[in-house]
Structures are given as structure tokens and as C-alpha cells.
């Protein structure tokens, strides 16, 4: 998209109000636009289940978020992954400066979301990663057997406490307030959980530790009585994860447009802020609720309220208004797409369903090359698994074929599919564990890099990632992560571009040892010549500046 191409409407932001928007806009034949410089999703993809969406009993936030991204792509809604860094919207034509491109368009829709908070304690940052996390379904199988606090009283709090206990020795969820702030219901299933153990009127103080969390500090607001949780010497560490609200991604907004004290953008019944044309709609909002389905409504609410602006700005400017129906579109590299229900695949002798192999298909015809998938033989269980599952994703494309090697006796990450080219030469993509759930994305994001016509990146980028000296990427993942699998792809497209460059994507429930080593307590983690570990989502401008300042 590098030709000037003005859009009838942009929306910034991929949660539920900007892909709501993105199908109501589509549905309506504006030529639209879906701007996401992270997860698509949004926020919704960290929730483990969403309990209150109507019509629907209960639904993985991934999944309800993949549908609603498959239904505006339906109505021919194109999508672009990119970070908007400045705005021009006073005038008709509206113009958003990316850090790839400049995009221009007639109206906006901003559903840029928020992200959670942080409460700034003594050792919030400090921790981050190593025992503090926001994201129960990305981190939380990393807190198997271990104590967990949750700190907050809302929604996310009590459902997130509840789904931790899946995984945590017990939970126990601090809450400043008297009481839980969400619905009864939602109360219920952290205080009926046996698990679960709740105190009210407390507040964290600090955290300390060596490597990890050891110790946290509590206090009780009402009689101002501290006290101190230690971890046992066994498990040597425990968890804490955060959810007390959001602050909106309003930076660089809020110097044009009105907003509150807290940020959040001010709207009227139509949802268009203070300057015609620029509409507002989800958690980015000044509003008393903040909820997927509030989301949505005012995803419907400002496509139609854009809809009827365009026409009439048309209309004044004589401008063409009559539209065609969109035809569908294909987001090759949004990994989050490409198979939107491995995450809760079972091995039970076959791989992949029917449907998934309808969606890989997708983009395996258009490899052009040939891929060897090599599987590391060390006579392991997992090994035999793991060559299972390579031969059988053979079998989807002619493009693709299998191969077992004996695994080298210095190798520490087995079991290891290694991806060669059809020379037998190594990229440097490998894979320590089986790619399945979210990681799926990866293994098929790397082949279309290497055989396929690849995903697209700038050509300084591009130029940067080939000029990189010789560089071993390893990003500890989970399989469960909604975030691992954009870092990961990132990192394998670098390899695929420069033989100098190696990416490995480890799974950590695998090699206990390497968390242990480099302290890890949450993915993505991604260390750069065994450098520092690199915690949460990265952008390829991100993971190519962090390999510079490597060299």
C-alpha cells in the first residue's frame, strides 16, 4: 500500500470496537481499513474466557476475537499491521503517519483500546517477567504448583483468579476495596473457588527478591496492620498477577482531541470527538463501562455515524458516492488467523481437523519452493511425537517433506524441528518442542517466509535485517500464548532473510532448566546472543534495533 489510496474510513485498533467497526463499514461498502500495531484482538485475547457475551454461555477470548477479524475480512476489509506515531485531522482528508507509511483517509474511527495499569509499587518493574505478569493465559501455566496473588477487585480480577487456580497451588486475590466491583456472578466464581482466598481492604506495598519474587509486603487500609508473605523454600518463588483497569492509548491524541483527566476521549451521541470525522469508540472512551460488549456497540455505533459522514462529505465535495460490494480478503501474516483453533487441539492420533487444514491450505498454495522439515531423532517420547506431527503437516503441501536426523549429542533443547531448504541447506529456524497451539502460526508464518512469498517489510528493514553480523535468537515461549507467536514469526523471518541469522522458538514447560537459568516467569522472552531476556511483544523495528545494540 504505498500508493496514495484514500480510504472512505480508518480505524486504528483490531479489539472489539475496531473490528465491530471494521465489519459494520465493510457491511456497508466503505472502502475500510484496520490499522493494529500489536495483537489483533486486542486486550480480549489475554482473557481466558469470556463469560458475557450475549448469546454465547462461554468463548476463549482468541477465538470470539479471530471470528470477529474472519467476518469484516469477509465484507473486504483489509488490515495492515503498523504503529501510528502522528495524526492530521483537522481537515477533510485525514492523514495517519505510520512507522512504515503514511495512510490517508476520509474519516477515522480510533479503537486503539487501553492497556492495563500499572500501580507502581517498589519492585513492580523490577520483577516484571520474573514473577510479576499481567496475562493469565499467556503466563499462567508458568505458575504450575505455586502460590499466586491476583491484585484487583473488578471483573478481570475475579474471572482471572478463578482460571489461575487451574494451574496455581492457590490463589489469593488482593482487593483495596470492601467488596468485589463487578457483578455478583462474576464475584462468585473467584469466592465460591476453594482455591481462591480473597482479602479485602488490602493493599500491596512492595515486593523483593534475588532473581525472583521472595517476598511481598501487604497492607490492610482500614487498620494500617502490614504483613508479609514469604515464598516457601521448596517453590523459592510465587506469583503476582495485576488487573486494576486500563489507561487508554491516547498519547498523541490528546493534544488535538478532548479528553478527561485520565486521558480517555471525549465523544458525543455519535460517538465523533471535538473535529468532525474523527470518531471514537471502545475502552479508548469516556464512558462508566468498559466491556467487550459495550465495545462492540460502539464499534456498530461509529462505522454508521462515519458511514453517514462520508456520504454527506461526498455529496459537498461532488465526489462519486455510489460503492461496490467488497469481495473478501486474505490477511496472510496475521498469525493469529491462520489457525484460530489449535490453541484447543488434542492430540488424539491426527494432528489437524478438517477445518484447520482448510485454513492452512490457504496458505500453503502459494508456496512456490521447497521446505525439509527435519525432526532431531533422540528416541524420546516427545521426539516420536514431534516427528508425528511433522510427517502428518507433510503431507498438506508437495512443497513440504520429512526428514529425520540422529540428534547431535551437544544438543540441550530436545526434542528440535529444523527447518532446511530443498538444497538441505539449515535457515536457522528451528523449533525446540512441537509447534502446536499458537506456535502452529509460527511454524507456517516461517515456511511462507522462506518458500512462499514471504510477509511484507520495508525495504530499510529489510536492508537492516541483512546487514545483521552473525546473531542466535531464542524466544521462550508457551503454547498458550497469544503474543509468542508474532515474536516468534518476527525473529524466523530475520533467519529467512539472513543466513547469519538463527531464531529458535523453545517451549518452556519443555526445558524447565532454561527458565530456571534466565529467571523466566513470562513469554514472549527473547534473548539475543544469550544477552538479557527481552520480555512481552515486539515489533520487527523492535527485535532488529535490539539486535544492533547486541553487536
Known amino acids: ?63 470470539l476475537m479471530n471470528k470477529m477479524q474472519q467476518q469484516a475480512t469477509h465484507f473486504g476489509v483489509r488490515l495492515a499491521k503498523d504503529l501510528i506515531t502522528d495524526y492530521e485531522l483537522k481537515d477533510d482528508l485525514k492523514v495517519l503517519h505510520g512507522s512504515k507509511q503514511s495512510y490517508y483517509a476520509r474519516s477515522v474511527i480510533l479503537a486503539g483500546g487501553a492497556k492495563p495499569r500499572e500501580l507502581d509499587f517498589p519492585g513492580e518493574k523490577q520483577f516484571r517477567g520474573h514473577g510479576i505478569a499481567f ?21 478481570a480480577a475475579a474471572e482471572e483468579a478463578d482460571y489461575l487456580t487451574r494451574y496455581a ?27 481462591v482466598t480473597v482479602k479485602f481492604n488490602t493493599e500491596i506495598v512492595r515486593v523483593t527478591g534475588q532473581d525472583y519474587l521472595q517476598t511481598a509486603v501487604f497492607k490492610n487500609n482500614q487498620t494500617g496492620e502490614e504483613f508479609t508473605y514469604q515464598a516457601d523454600q521448596q517453590a523459592q518463588t510465587f506469583g503476582i498477577f495485576i488487573y486494576i483497569g486500563t489507561q487508554p492509548a491516547s498519547i498523541g491524541l490528546t493534544r488535538i482531541l478532548e479528553h478527561d483527566q485520565q486521558g480517555y476521549l471525549k465523544v458525543d451521541q455519535q460517538l465523533q470527538t471535538n473535529l468532525p470525522g474523527v470518531f471514537a ?12 460488549v459495550t465495545a462492540a456497540g460502539d464499534g456498530a455505533l461509529a462505522a454508521t455515524s462515519a458511514e453517514h459522514y462520508v456520504t454527506a462529505l461526498k455529496k459537498r465535495l461532488h465526489l462519486p458516492i455510489k460503492r461496490q460490494e467488497k469481495q473478501p480478503t486474505k490477511t ?42 527435519q525432526v532431531w531423532d533422540d528416541g524420546s517420547q516427545k521426539s516420536q511425537e514431534l516427528q508425528s506431527f511433522a510427517a502428518e503437516f507433510c503431507q498438506l503441501d508437495q512443497h513440504l517433506q520429512f526428514q529425520v536426523a540422529p540428534a547431535p549429542s551437544r544438543e540441550t533443547y530436545l526434542p528440535v524441528l529444523r527447518l532446511l531448504d530443498n538444497q538441505q541447506k539449515d535457515t536457522g529456524i528451528c523449533f525446540g518442542g512441537i509447534p502446536t ?13 522462506l518458500a512462499g512469498p514471504g510477509q511484507e517489510l520495508s525495504p530499510q528493514l529489510i536492508a537492516r535485517i541483512k546487514a545483521l553480523p552473525p546473531t542466535k535468537i531464542k524466544i521462550g515461549v508457551a503454547l498458550t500464548c497469544h503474543f509468542c507467536p508474532d515474536v516468534v514469526a518476527a525473529c524466523q523471518h530475520m533467519a529467512a532473510l539472513n ?53
Open 1 to 63: 500500500m504505498t500508493e496514495k489510496r484514500i480510504f472512505d474510513t480508518i480505524i486504528i485498533g483490531a479489539g472489539p470496537a475496531g473490528l465491530t467497526a471494521a465489519i459494520y463499514a465493510g457491511r456497508a461498502t466503505l472502502d475500510t481499513l484496520v490499522i493494529e500495531a500489536d495483537q489483533i484482538g486486542g486486550q480480549v485475547t489475554t482473557t481466558s474466557v469470556v463469560w458475557n457475551y450475549p448469546g454465547v454461555e462461554k468463548v476463549d477470548g482468541t477465538v
Open 135 to 155: 496475562c493469565s493465559t499467556c503466563d499462567g501455566e508458568l505458575f504450575s504448583g505455586l502460590e499466586v496473588f491476583v491484585i484487583g477487585g473488578g471483573y
Open 169 to 195: 497451588k492457590h490463589v489469593t486475590v488482593i482487593a483495596r476495596e470492601d467488596h468485589f466491583t463487578c457483578a455478583p456472578l462474576t464475584a462468585a466464581r473467584a469466592l465460591s473457588n476453594p482455591k
Open 281 to 292: 469508540a471502545g475502552d479508548i472512551v469516556a464512558k462508566p463501562l468498559r466491556q467487550i
Open 332 to 373: 496472510v501474516g496475521q498469525a493469529s488467523q491462520l489457525a484460530d483453533d489449535s490453541a484447543t487441539v488434542v492430540h488424539q492420533g491426527a494432528w489437524f481437523p478438517v477445518k484447520m487444514k482448510e485454513q492452512l491450505q490457504q496458505i500453503l498454495d502459494r508456496l512456490h519452493k521447497g521446505v525439509i522439515l
Open 437 to 449: 497451539g499458537h506456535e502452529l502460526n509460527s511454524l507456517v508464518l516461517a515456511i511462507y517466509n
Open 499 to 551: 543466513p547469519n541469522v538463527s531464531a529458535e522458538m523453545l517451549d518452556l514447560q519443555l526445558f524447565p532448566e532454561l527458565r530456571k537459568q534466565k529467571h523466566i516467569m513470562s513469554v514472549p522472552a527473547t534473548m539475543i546472543n544469550d544477552g538479557e531476556v527481552i520480555f512481552g511483544s515486539q515489533t520487527p523495528e523492535q527485535l532488529v534495533a535490539a539486535c544492533e545494540e547486541q553487536q
